[in-house]
């Protein structure tokens, strides 16, 4: 698929047919993140997949009672050592770490969309309760928790504000230039 398609057409998607994934696509989801640019090649990420219903189930109570993540096939943990950053990078380390870690799940969650599957990016959960149900070192961060199957629903494309709205030349404030202005839309 096209890039800038994959990029517009990709949705967050609550709701998964109840259809086998096979585990080669899920490979192939974990190998987008592992080429991800990350700060000085350091990789700090790590990932956890489930397919327990079991865990499934709580991970989707640790998640404020999302029932739709306990439904979804596959479950990927996408996890940060911030602490390895944060000693090469001294104060810049945790920003880093952030960066290196979204980096990688913008480009599963594109590769996921490109294989024809769907997800979607949950941040919100009790980390503790997570790292307590997978045995997580408490030094591993949990960055987020990507559900993975086959879409139930079509999500039509949410607003967008136009590029010009968004973007300021030298100074916060300063608006477009009128013949830059004519190029984008």
């Not at 096939?73 to 050592?81: D, H, K, Q, R």
């Not at 980390?127 to 987020?144: F, G, T, W, Y």
């Not at 136009?162 to 608006?175: C, I």
Request: aromatic share 10%.
């Amino acid at each position: 698929m096209e890039v800038k398609k994959c990029i517009k057409e990709r949705r967050s998607i609550r709701h998964f047919l109840n259809k086998k994934v096979e585990f080669e696509l899920i490979t192939e989801i974990l190998e987008a993140g592992i080429w991800a640019p990350s700060s000085g090649n350091i990789q700090n990420w790590n990932f956890i997949v489930i397919n327990s219903k079991e865990k499934k189930e709580k991970i989707a109570k640790a998640c404020y009672g999302k029932p739709f993540i306990a439904r979804a096939p596959y479950v990927i943990i996408v996890l940060a050592e911030t602490k390895r950053a944060e000693k090469l990078y001294g104060k810049f380390g945790k920003r880093f770490a952030i960066q290196n870690i979204s980096a990688c799940i913008e480009n599963m969650l594109l590769r996921t969309h490109d294989l024809g599957l769907a997800s979607c990016w949950i941040g919100k959960f009790e980390e503790e309760e997570i790292k307590d149900i997978l045995n997580v070192p408490e030094s591993i961060e949990i960055h987020a928790i990507l559900p993975i199957g086959y879409a139930g629903e079509k999500v039509p494309a949410p607003p967008r504000k136009k590029l010009k709205t968004k973007v300021f030349f030298n100074k916060w404030g300063e608006r477009w230039i009128k013949n830059v202005e004519k190029r984008v839309r």
